[in-house]
Antibody
Framework: QVHLEESGPGLVRPSETLSLTCTVS????????WTWIRQTPEKGLEWIGY???????KYNPSLESRVTISVDTSKNQFFLSLQSVTAADTAVYFC???????????WGRGALVTVSS | DIQMTQSPSPLSASVGDTVTITCRAS??????LNWYQQKEGRAPKLLIY???TLVSGVPSRFSGSGSATDFALIISGLQPEDSATYFC?????????FGQGTKVDI
């Protein structure tokens, strides 16, 4: 059974960089699209972007100038970096795997990140 | 971006009722339309993918239909454990987008 778990700081100061790690267990990180999604009460669920097999990435145009998704296949982990954060980036961040059926079956439990000084 | 608009929101119903949640896309799509259930403090749970395919283990009272721009999630015979928020989501084009959610109160 595939298991995903987010980790990282729960508090980030404004203008700094938000960094999260998603650790994948129960399966190889290769051959799938690994995705970050965030959720706020105001905007609901927002797709941030994905990385495929450590190379190809696609980002939400609304965040593209500030976001980087990368992967470490040796550790079965992938990462989210979001620069120059503001209070509007306060959210629960989920990592998820896009399946062959173009749906998100596997999700992490979510990590709350608060942007505040 | 393809905008996904759900209705109604919220929805109040009783045990045993049949309820329909609709999702309208701002552009015509193929079948890459998925439905999720989310309970408080949990990650979304995939119920239906590709418009109408039920995920293994999901009760058969859940079903999906639709095409082009109009899609629906039907819950036939509502149960107390179905109290949750339901989201549609499209994977037809990037960025993948979600509906705003329909909270079902029982």
């Amino acid at each position: 059974q595939v298991h995903l778990e987010e980790s990282g700081p729960g508090l980030v100061r404004p203008s700094e960089t938000l960094s999260l790690t998603c650790t994948v267990s129960g399966g190889s990180i290769g051959d799938y699209y690994w995705t970050w999604i965030r959720q706020t009460p105001e905007k609901g669920l927002e797709w941030i972007g994905y990385i495929f097999y450590g190379r190809r990435t696609k980002y939400n145009p609304s965040l593209e100038s500030r976001v980087t998704i990368s992967v470490d296949t040796s550790k079965n982990q992938f990462f989210l970096s979001l620069q120059s954060v503001t209070a509007a980036d306060t959210a629960v961040y989920f990592c998820a795997r896009l399946s062959a059926a173009n749906s998100y079956f596997y999700w992490g439990r979510g990590a709350l990140v608060t942007v505040s000084s | 971006d393809i905008q996904m608009t759900q209705s109604p929101s919220p929805l109040s119903a009783s045990v045993g009722d049949t309820v329909t949640i609709t999702c309208r896309a701002s552009e015509r799509m193929t079948s890459s339309l998925n439905w999720y259930q989310q309970k408080e403090g949990r990650a979304p749970k995939l119920l239906i993918y590709s418009t109408s395919t039920l995920v293994s283990g999901v009760p058969s009272r859940f079903s999906g239909s639709g095409s082009a721009t109009d899609f629906a999630l039907i819950i036939s015979g509502l149960q107390p454990e179905d109290s949750a928020t339901y989201f549609c989501q499209q994977s037809f084009s990037v960025p993948h987008t979600f509906g705003q959610g329909t909270k079902v109160d029982i």
